[in-house]
T-cell receptor, first 117, second 114 residues
Framework: AQKITQTQPGMFVQEKEAVTLDCTYD???????LFWYKQPSSGEMIFLIY??????QNATEGRYSLNFQKARKSANLVISASQLGDSAMYFCAMREGYTGTASKLTFGTGTRLQVTL | EPEVTQTPSHQVTQMGQEVILRCVPI?????FYWYRQILGQKVEFLVSFYNNEISEKSEIFDDQFSVERPDGSNFTLKIRSTKLEDSAMYFCASSPQSGANVLTFGAGSRLTVL
């Protein structure tokens, strides 16, 4: 079974609209972390947001928020007020285990977001 | 803002040649990693490194691969005898031993094996 599943290979959103990128995960470890990274066409991986399995509140970072539904094992990324510069590939990733150890991340296949005028 | 730097940004090599990819992690980070991304595919973990030794490696990281921290700043990935299927983007990353232990990635080194 896939540990990280991103079911949307591509998404379109109009500028200034909000968009939700889906991510579901599979783990039996009670301690885990969920990450979202952005990969623009230039290729670098840019960290966006993190959610720990024990965090009570959904993470937010500026225009990014993570809709964490633990029982459903989903960690969807919400981008509000989309901008043209948000056009990129978005990867969901998971680290299993305690944060004090090395972060071996398992990545999903990614969602390519295109922001249109 | 501190960053992870990688060199070279792009390397073209012949099959069977040795390649060394270099990385300078963020100075106060304690964990170092190599990941790779074959074109159009997802990012895959290769190896993590802590306290001057490998802490974990994937099935991909076979005897052809090695990592080294030759001094206090550099972290290298060596591929002894490159194969066509080693063509990929190789990302170095580092993370602190605190908080969420978030990985900061470098811009990547694109390796093309001919």
């Amino acid at each position: 079974a896939q540990k990280i599943t991103q079911t949307q290979p591509g998404m379109f959103v109009q500028e200034k609209e909000a968009v939700t990128l889906d991510c579901t995960y599979d783990t039996s470890d009670p301690s885990y972390g969920l990450f979202w990274y952005k990969q623009p066409s230039s290729g670098e991986m840019i960290f966006l947001i993190y959610q720990g399995s024990y965090d009570q509140q959904n993470a937010t970072e500026g225009r990014y928020s993570l809709n964490f539904q633990k029982a459903r094992k989903s960690a969807n990324l919400v981008i509000s007020a989309s901008q043209l510069g948000d056009s990129a590939m978005y990867f969901c990733a998971m680290r299993e285990g305690y944060t004090g150890t090395a972060s071996k991340l398992t990545f999903g296949t990614g969602t390519r977001l295109q922001v249109t005028l | 803002e501190p960053e992870v730097t990688q060199t070279p940004s792009h390397q073209v090599t012949q099959m069977g040649q040795e390649v060394i990819l270099r990385c300078v992690p963020i100075s106060n980070h304690l964990y170092f990693y190599w990941y790779r991304q074959i074109l159009g595919q997802k990012v895959e973990f290769l190896v993590s490194f802590y306290n001057n030794e490998i802490s974990e490696k994937s099935e991909i990281f076979d005897d052809q691969f090695s990592v080294e921290r030759p001094d206090g700043s550099n972290f290298t990935l060596k591929i002894r005898s490159t194969k066509l299927e080693d063509s990929a983007m190789y990302f170095c990353a580092s993370s602190p031993q605190s908080g969420a232990n978030v990985l900061t990635f470098g811009a990547g080194s694109r390796l093309t094996v001919l």
